[in-house]
């Protein structure tokens, strides 16, 4: 099931809006055949690691482990449980089940129709968190809402500037980098109003090789400019008129986005924090002291997930504790 997962992370950029999923087929205690779930629309994880396989004879004294659940309806491809039974696979070893209402159990119950033997919850908490955003999206419909901010090391997210003053640099090029990365793991990147006027950002992915997450903002007053970025028609941008997060975040449901990324300002990432609407955040701090400025977000129900230094800049990731 240790390697289901590391397959399964292979398809990190090009598996959703569908789940990661790595699939292993064990005969006699060797590995014979392994696969993920590479691209949405693609072959699932079972499909290829069946496809690996020299010598299908084996696999009807074989064991396939797979990370999540078989799916047992027709999606844009054909049942994955349907394809198992059909190779006469005897034994299936699970991860965890499939939220999608379409699967929730029914592929088990599939197979263990079909005669085959069926184990459940091995490594379940591992394979839970590897598909967070897509667990999240179904069963609290409402997408994964990570946060992120960089900060000085007198709790400072910015200084007390104008539009058009420059902008303080925490990140060095390579932790910048990885900002971009990990937009382009999430479907949606937001900002408030206060960062369009006074950053006017791109919100792309332009120094990652990933899709660009859709871009949100909110604009209570109509203040923002027909000539900010967010509207520059190059990358699909939705504006709120609305401070209500709980309405924004259910119509990103709506048009299928599973994961949000709000990267600023202060107040909108306070906002989040303080209505208990976020799942895990990566705090940037630069060895900078700044003295005075805007305040940094304060964290609440908030545990350590892990610390790294890169580039001298402190980077701590928190996951939400209920």
């Not at 206060?194 to 203040?223: A, E, F, Y």
């Amino acid at each position: 099931m240790q390697r289901c997962i590391q397959l399964a992370k292979c398809g990190e950029m090009g598996a959703p809006p569908n789940p990661m999923v790595g699939a292993v087929i064990v005969h006699n205690d060797r590995i014979i055949g392994e696969g993920y779930h590479r691209k949405c629309g693609g072959p699932h994880a079972e499909v290829n690691a069946i496809r690996s396989v020299r010598d299908e004879s084996l696999l009807k004294d074989s064991t396939i482990y797979v990370s999540l659940e078989p799916c047992s309806h027709y999606g844009k491809t054909p049942p994955c449980a349907d394809l198992i039974i059909e190779k006469g696979i005897p034994r299936v070893v699970v991860g965890c089940l499939d939220p999608f209402a379409k699967v929730n159990g029914q592929g088990i119950r599939k197979l263990r129709d079909a005669g085959i033997e069926v184990v459940v919850g091995v490594m379940e908490q591992e394979c839970l968190q590897l598909n967070r955003k897509f667990i999240t999206f179904h069963q609290q419909h409402r997408p994964w809402v990570t946060l992120k901010w960089a900060q000085s090391q007198d709790g400072f997210i910015d200084a007390d500037r104008q539009p058009g003053e420059p902008a303080v640099k925490f990140s060095s090029a390579y932790t910048q980098t990885l900002v971009h990365r990990l937009r382009a793991m999430n479907q949606s990147i937001m900002v408030g109003t206060r960062t369009v006027l006074v950053d006017n950002p791109t919100l792309t992915t332009r120094l990652w090789d990933g899709p660009d997450p859709l871009r949100v903002s909110i604009d209570r007053k109509g203040i923002l400019p027909a000539t900010v970025h967010l509207k520059d028609g190059t990358v699909p941008t939705v504006i709120y008129d609305c401070g209500d997060l709980p309405a924004i975040l259910n119509d990103l449901y709506q048009r299928g986005i599973q994961s949000l990324m709000v990267e600023g300002g202060a107040c909108l990432i306070q906002q989040f924090v303080d209505e208990d609407l976020w799942d895990e955040a990566r705090v940037e701090v630069a060895p900078l002291v700044l003295g005075k400025g805007v305040s940094a977000p304060r964290l609440k129900n908030a545990g350590v997930a892990g610390e790294a230094v890169l580039d001298g800049r402190k980077i701590r990731n928190y996951l939400h504790e209920m």
